[in-house]
């Protein structure tokens, strides 16, 4: 291909259009304005609330992170809406209650379901804009083709289908396996080389790119760069990459001189792993972590930064939520919401501007399709629960009895004022049942993963124990 100086291809065009002025010209390409900004978000994988310096952890350093909440805003109260990691995924990117789906549990490799076709994600609110979407790292919303990213609005996919410690972990590029060897050492990195080679191609136009990193969830791999890093151990060390990804972000956006008018959040899909020990995280001083609906599974470390629009070094102290991110962006954007389904995210562009709150201040707790806790204002009541005497994946935690807390001065839920406050637990209660009452009727849980009929290998041993004489070794 032959390369002409940018004097000679403008001389060119003025010779032809000079010469036929009913050439055509092609309209300038879309670009980002202040009516329609870019959207990045940064999801990371089993993160606690007390696993970023600027979130309290002095055995961590997250500088890149950090910059995002003194140029913006740190969220000191921000939820997801399910303390596992498929409905958080699948709130986030529409906006509603995972149940309202049937998505109450993980999605699975031999699972044959995933969020329904029919749900609207972010993507395809934004694309009838002109915005160029795209998506890197892991789904796990559905592994079959049906269900993949290119399906629900993205125009562009690289990554992981489901979480890093299910069985054929692979990298699919748009909806084809790219390799069948996966190097988790160098995951963060290629995650963050597509990343940033999206946005460049897309510098140009409006775009939203939705960066769901499998890091820090087990299995832990840093590149060696990073091993060795922290001083938490390998957990720390890849938590401090993910920082070095969110940095080359930054650093992309300042070279194409877009940072300006860019959305950047950094979140978290729900509290850390803690059965995992020293290879899961820390809910800080919140009590418990994920798969439970104490504040430390669902109540995770978010920042979000705007210099166009979010005045720098906010703190909001009041509860928002993932699914608040679906409508805001339609709102910033100028795009419709769906109207014929409801929308349990709020706008939170007041809250972005430092111009106000969050529209509702209540929060259903909901995990694996039981209402477990509600909150409203300062307050949370909690469900009695029978307790659990602990697995290989998931942390003892003992019963309780009907439990209601202020968070605002007991954000470690030790003080159980159900007693001194019995109205306003009564009150609460009541508001809760309420509010759940609204999300009925629900569909029916989607089959995440059926049990195997096993009954073979017990038929061949005790085949094996006949023929040798009661001996099955």
Known sequence: MKHYPQACLALTLCTLLACDSTVPVAPPPETSTPDRPNFIHIFVDDLGYGDLSCFGATDIAT????????????????????????????????????????????????????????????????KPLGYATGMVGKWHLG???????????????????????????????????????????????????????????????????????NMPHVPLYASPDFVGSSERGLYGDVVQELDWSVGQVLQTLDSLGIAENTLVIFSSD???????????????????GKQYTFEGGMRVPTVARWPARIPGGQVYDELATQMDWMPTFAALAGAELPADRPIDGRDLTAVLEGTGERADQGLLYIFANELRAYRHGDYKVKLPYRGFAGSPGMKAVAAHDTLLFNLKDDPGEQNNLLTSESERARALLEEMHREYDGLLPLPEQLVIRSPADRSHYDHVREYLARRDGGNSD
């Not at 044959?112 to 395809?124: D, L």
């Not at 562009?156 to 299910?166: I, T, V």
């Not at 850390?272 to 919140?286: F, I, K, N, R, T």
């Open 63 to 126: 500088p890149h992170i950090d910059r995002l909440a003194a140029e913006g805003i740190k969220f000191t109260e921000f939820y997801s809406a399910s303390a596992v990691c498929s409905p958080s995924r699948a709130a986030l990117l529409t906006g509603r209650y995972p149940v309202r789906m049937g998505i109450n549990e993980v999605f699975f490799p031999e699972s044959f379901t995933g969020m329904p076709e029919s749900e609207i994600t972010i993507a395809e609110v934004l």
């Open 143 to 213: 592994h079959m083709e049906r269900y993949l990213p290119l399906n629900q609005g993205f125009d562009n996919y690289y990554g992981m289908p489901y979480s890093n410690d299910m069985e054929s972990a692979v990298y699919l590029s748009g909806n084809a396996v790219d390799s069948f060897t996966v190097n988790q050492r160098y995951m963060t990195q290629t995650y963050t080389r597509h990343a940033t080679d999206f946005i460049r191609a897309h510098a140009g136009e409006p775009f939203f790119l939705y960066l769901a990193h």
């Open 270 to 288: 729900n509290g850390p792993w803690l059965v995992m020990e020293d290879h899961g995280g820390s809910a800080g001083a919140l009590r418990e």
